[in-house]
């Protein structure tokens, strides 16, 4: 089976639309199917499947998230989580069923400025996302560096299983912290960090390319 | 009376009836914007930047299943000969809204509930045909923020000036000239957005207009596509 790869723009035609559900970012006149954003497209015999080169994080449930807590007020932390919506984390979350607003004090554990790592336990269409950090693991970001990426190169970023983002971290001996949300935390050496650094920045400028990892690899080895 | 159209059938910059300006198109041009392109259209030089989809302020615009959009048309006190002033004109107000209305239509708004799509239109140089040289930047601006769009907009003129159809009209064109329809186009949808008429056309001549301004925009949708083209795909595989 081969598998055909098209560059495609908004409003392209890329062959008939399958039966049940629509690819992601496509759309149908007809028997028609259309893209809606700029992209690659991979059609196998009959299944398509897009991939987007731009646009918007749109939350989805169980995302793993890196935010910045904006404000806070007697209940919730305000997050910015790179996207359109502001997320909330309630307190209760992090001090407990015992929460009283007289007792506790939100500041005491994330000020404003603090960036922590989520997981967005709800959101839908009519409400904002709503974020825990109950799970080991999340919490606060106390030390490495903060890059942002574009929301739709996350996936190329992690690569096949995980493959990507492993040949980063163990050649330049950092370890990165992915939040589906496009924000990136880098940790380890300053010499590692600044390599990490570039190879982030190559697969933004570089994502729709298939022989990525080869020129990750090279850029890797050649060091700072 | 100014003669448009030479006995050779030439216009005054030395065009054809049928003939464009050069139009040059450069996405992702400002980089605070979520989406931005330049277009040079003839003389006309405009900047496009697209913000959002974002949080809506003030909060009463805002409406709950989904998005809407906000559009400012802006022409630079340096952009036409004599200064003009930077308050929005009501030309300016305008064009603000049909190019807004323009690109409504091409945009699912549904996905983006409760949120505001901004766009910033700047015009640093004008010519004739600005707000169809808008449209393009805008649809350029759009694709390269990543919003869902069912199908780019490129936007053309045309026109009659000494009793001729003619495409694609200059600030001279327009100002001299008998009448003036600019058309925005969805290029793969085979559809209109945009529709303006000003001056007396006959039948005849009105669907002779269309078709030479559908053409132009046509000729105009392959620039777009080549700029696009060139910021996403230009470093190919060796």
């Known amino acids: 089976m081969t598998i055909t790869r098209y560059k495609v723009l908004p409003g392209d035609y890329i062959g008939e639309a399958p039966p049940g559900p629509l690819p992601t970012n496509t759309y149908k006149i007809g028997n028609k199917l259309y893209t809606l954003k700029i992209g690659l497209a991979e059609v196998e015999d009959k299944e398509v499947k897009f991939i987007p080169l731009a646009g918007p994080y749109i939350p989805r449930i169980n995302d793993f998230v890196v935010g910045t807590v904006v404000d806070l007020n007697a209940f919730t932390w305000d997050v910015d989580i790179n996207s359109l919506y502001m997320a909330h984390l309630p307190s209760q979350d992090v001090f407990g069923r015992n929460f009283s607003p007289t007792s506790h004090s939100l500041s ?48 190329r970023l992690i690569g096949k299983k995980g493959s990507m983002a492993k040949i980063i971290e163990s050649k330049s001996k950092t370890k990165l912290i992915i939040g589906q949300n496009g924000v990136i935390i ?31 690899n090279e850029l890797l080895s050649k060091g700072v | 009376m100014i003669k448009l159209i030479d006995e050779n059938g030439l216009r005054l910059d030395g065009r054809r009836f049928d003939e464009l300006r050069p139009v040059k198109i450069e996405v992702g041009v400002i980089k605070n914007a979520n989406g931005s392109a330049y277009i040079e259209h003839g003389k006309n030089k405009i900047v496009a930047a697209v913000y959002g989809p974002r949080e809506v302020h003030p909060k009463h615009l805002l409406i709950p299943d989904r998005a809407i959009v906000r559009c400012r048309y802006h022409m630079s006190p340096f952009s036409t000969e004599e200064r003009k002033p930077p308050q929005p004109t009501r ?148």
Request: with cysteine; glycine share 8%.
């Open chain 1, 108 to 155: 005491e554990q994330f000020k404003v400025g603090d960036m922590l790592t989520a997981k967005i336990i709800a959101y839908d269409r009519t409400r904002d996302p709503l974020l825990t950090v109950r799970e080991p693991g999340l919490g606060k970001v106390l030390r490495g560096e903060p890059v942002v990426l574009s929301p739709s190169k996350i996936p």
């Open chain 1, 186 to 216: 880098v940790q380890g050496p300053p010499d590692g960090i600044v390599l990490a650094i570039k190879a982030i920045h190559l697969i933004e400028e570089k994502a729709h390319v298939p022989s990525l990892t080869s020129m990750i």
């Open chain 2, 91 to 238: 030309r300016e107000i305008e064009i603000s809204l049909v190019l807004r209305r323009a690109m409504e239509c091409v945009l699912f708004l549904e996905e983006y509930p409760r949120s505001i799509i901004d766009v910033y239109v700047e015009v640093l140089q004008s010519d004739g045909g600005s707000r169809c040289a808008s449209i393009t930047a805008i649809s350029a601006a759009l694709a390269d923020s990543g919003i869902s769009m069912k199908d780019l907009i490129v936007g053309c003129a045309s026109g009659k000036a000494d009793g001729q159809i003619i495409l694609d009209l200059s600030d001279i064109e327009d100002k001299e000239g008998e009448g003036d329809m600019p058309v925005a186009y969805m290029p793969n949808l085979d559809k209109i957005t945009l529709l303006q008429f000003d001056g007396i056309f006959s039948e005849e001549e009105f669907k002779k207009a269309l078709d030479l301004a559908i053409m132009g925009n046509k000729k105009i949708y392959e620039v777009l596509r080549k700029a696009l083209m060139e910021k996403y795909f230009k470093t190919e595989e060796k």
